[in-house]
T-cell receptor
């Protein structure tokens, strides 16, 4: 069975600090997809990034970056120079042909 | 491009009743998935419909069912409601849930009393 673990339940930082959200996954599949979603206080989940199991290239999008390492089954997310608007719950997710698993989420609070 | 819409947004039902929730996906998306979100269990996958066929089902009892129409709109039904069914029910649409990102609706908040 697939599993996604986000060990950090809550993180609190001060604005402009860098923060990394951890995601560790388990799957027996060789083909799978990993995602990050953001759920702001308004409640609607917003897609951030998708990565397939064959693409280990790291990605940077503005202040956001993602580090995918198959060797450690991790797909970590870093926010550089955090802002108050980054405050939200962030979910890591794993998809295969039969299932879709979300981690428990990490609640990030960025204080001014 | 219109987003995913869900109706109703809020619902209060009594134990034993049944409920039907509706979801309209983004135009062109054939995959519609349903999720249950609760503080205790987090986000759990209920099922996915693709081109009117249920393609995958999560670990939920048979009281939870759904269907998808030819225009990709989907409905989810819960029969014989239990207190534990109180949750936020999220619908998500995608080109293909397995490989593409999903776009989520605002959810239906169901309260069972």
């Amino acid at each position: 069975a697939q599993k996604v673990t986000q060990a950090q339940t809550e993180i609190s930082v001060v604005e402009k600090e860098d923060v990394t959200l951890d995601c560790v996954y388990e799957t027996r599949d060789t083909t799978y997809y990993l995602f990050w979603y953001k759920q702001p206080p308004s409640g609607e989940l917003v897609f951030l990034i998708r990565r397939n199991s064959f693409d280990e290239q790291n990605e940077i999008s503005g202040r956001y970056s993602w580090n995918f390492q198959k060797s450690t089954s991790s797909f970590n997310f870093t926010i550089t120079a955090s802002q108050v608007v980054d405050s939200a719950v962030y979910f890591c997710a794993l998809s295969n042909n039969n299932d879709m698993r979300f981690g428990a989420g990490t609640r990030l609070t960025v204080k001014p | 491009k219109a987003g995913v819409t869900q109706t109703p947004r809020y619902l209060i039902k009594t134990r034993g009743q049944q409920v039907t929730l509706s979801c309209s996906p983004i135009s062109g998306h054939r995959s519609v998935s349903w999720y249950q979100q609760t503080p205790g269990q987090g986000l759990q996958f209920l099922f996915e419909y693709f081109s009117e066929t249920q393609r995958n089902k999560g670990n939920f009892p048979g009281r939870f069912s759904g269907r998808q129409f030819s225009n990709s709109r989907s409905e989810m039904n819960v029969s014989t409601l239990e207190l534990g069914d109180s949750a936020l029910y999220l619908c998500a649409s995608s080109w293909d849930r397995r490989t593409y990102e999903q776009y989520f609706g605002p959810g239906t908040r169901l309260t069972v009393t």
